[in-house]
């Protein structure tokens, strides 16, 4: 399975890398799941406790509603491109009335969804163009602003096709059928995640014994906001001056425990100089992402995209149903 929209640094394109090195696992952790590509990439029957954790209560709360009510948040989601209901969306899941009530909701009470802020959520993701989609400043909850101060971000609508719907996506939102299509879609992505535990907040509170070892055989998906220079100091309205460097150091100091099968991604220069040589580094091409909206549709950070697996991951030829 595929998620329903588009996500910067999605792992979809890795994700065969990274279960063919986890192998059968009895535990599978995220601790920044923002699409979830890989745990619904698994290509193997299910059958193992699964945790989903991102700092995103947005993201979050789309994962849960459409856990617990997929028909609700297809209904919400059904909506045709329309640039001044995004606009006028986007600023009512910003500030709008009980914005930040549902907020500490989400990092406070991990049963907690809203069916319509998920609906509107995801629709809104996928026909919002770049970056700035329901971003907040993380000090004074302000709304994420243009760099000439024009307050919320202003972006067009994708219109190509009748723009480019749930998914570039369920198909485009012009077609008779929209609704069952979303729906359809919505179910099965319910059924996949019932019961898979998701998490809003810190990313340290989904890595201790008790979420990971504990339940057995585990394998940790580590991919935190890259630590590049240049690259700007919040994600999601959330400071990541850090993060990068504190995922690794957890990486390093659980690395040699066999019931831990651990991969971290980053960039090539960000982590290959603190790697021991126990750890298997592989490079693969990412899609493009944003890179692609450059005049010249040029994305060398994709080049740059790296895997370090543990010292207790499978190695090729190691057969990817090995290690229970």
Known sequence: MTSPFPYFGGKRRAAHLVWERFGVVRNYVEP???????LLSVPYDRGRVETANDSNGYLCNFWRAVQADPDGVASWADWPVSELDLHARHRWLVVGPGAEEFREAMRSDPDHYDVKRAGWW?????????GGWCQWHHKRQLPHLHPFGVGLNRKLPHAGDAGMGLKRQL???SRPNRREYIQHTMQELSGRLRHVRVAC?????????????RNGLTGV???????????DATVYGIPT???????????????????????????????APHMPETWECVAWKAAGGYGKQRVDGSNKNGHRERIWFSPACLRPGDGLLEGI
């Open 122 to 130: 995801v629709w809104g993701a996928c026909s919002w163009i770049g």
């Open 221 to 231: 998906l580590l991919d935190p906001p890259y630590g590049a220079e240049g690259q």
């Open 241 to 271: 001056e850090g993060i990068a460097v504190a995922v690794r150091e957890w990486a390093l100091s659980n690395g040699d425990n066999p019931l831990l099968r651990i991969a971290l991604c980053g960039y090539e220069d960000e982590h």
């Open 32 to 38: 920044f799941a923002g699409s979830l590509a890989v």
């Open 171 to 173: 198909p485009y939102l």
């Open 201 to 213: 907040g810190d990313w340290s509170r989904v890595t201790g014994q008790s979420v990971t070892v």
